[in-house]
Each structure stands twice: as structure tokens, then as C-alpha cells.
């Protein structure tokens, strides 16, 4: 498979990852929108997150990760976003699902 996710989770590709588990791995996005930019991502490939919506206890945990990492990263009490993107409208960019964990500032209201 040519998934540059899947490559990062088999470490053909090196990131600078910031949690990982079984199901799951966390790390730093190289463009980061905010001062706290990581995605989560199942080590399981799912194009998106409705490929992956027969899963919801692996939803539920990516989630759960998702809070752990913003409280880890000490963006948790000041608020934090989480987003996925789900196809070419939704401007998904890589086609293995992903959470962005998005903190350290203030977010706007308009769409991303």
C-alpha cells in the first residue's frame, strides 16, 4: 500500500511521535496550523472515518486519545479542536483517517 500514514505507523517514515499504542499512534504534524498541531491516526488502515464507522470502539479510543494529547500538551483547560476531513469536499489530503488535535491559541469561527 502506498499510504504515506500506514508508512509512518510501520516507521518507513520517521515523525516525531508523541503517544502510541496498539490500536493507535500520535505525532507532531510537519505543517502545524497552531502552536499544538498532532494527529492521531488507528494503525489499521480506514480511507475515512465513515470506512471506519462499523468500528466505534476504535472511534471512541481515538478520541480518548485525542483528549489525553491535549492534556499532555497543557492545551485541555484553555480548549482545544479535534477535525477530520473526510473526502476531496472535505478537503481530506492524506486517505487514512486522522484526528487533528489543534490548541495553543485562540481558533476562529470560520470553516477550515
Given at each position: ?5 500506514c508508512k ?9 511521535i ?6 493507535c ?6 505543517n502545524?496550523?497552531?502552536?499544538t498541531?498532532v494527529?492521531?491516526i488507528?494503525?489499521?488502515h480506514f ?7 462499523q468500528?466505534?470502539?476504535l472511534?471512541?479510543?481515538?478520541l480518548?486519545?485525542c483528549a489525553?494529547?491535549?492534556?499532555a ?7 482545544y ?11 481530506q489530503s ?5 484526528f ?10 470560520e470553516?477550515a
Open positions: 500500500m502506498d499510504c504515506l500514514f509512518i505507523v510501520s516507521g518507513e517514515i520517521p515523525s516525531t508523541v503517544y502510541q499504542d496498539e490500536d499512534v500520535a505525532f507532531r504534524d510537519i502545524p496550523q497552531a502552536p498541531h494527529l492521531v488507528p494503525r489499521q480511507a475515512s472515518l465513515s470506512e471506519a464507522a468500528n466505534p470502539a472511534l471512541g479510543h481515538l480518548s486519545v489525553g494529547i491535549a492534556k500538551e497543557g492545551i485541555a483547560e484553555d480548549g479542536r479535534v477535525v477530520t476531513n473526510i473526502g476531496t469536499n472535505g478537503a492524506v486517505k487514512h483517517l486522522h487533528h488535535v489543534l490548541g495553543g491559541r485562540k481558533m476562529t469561527e470553516m
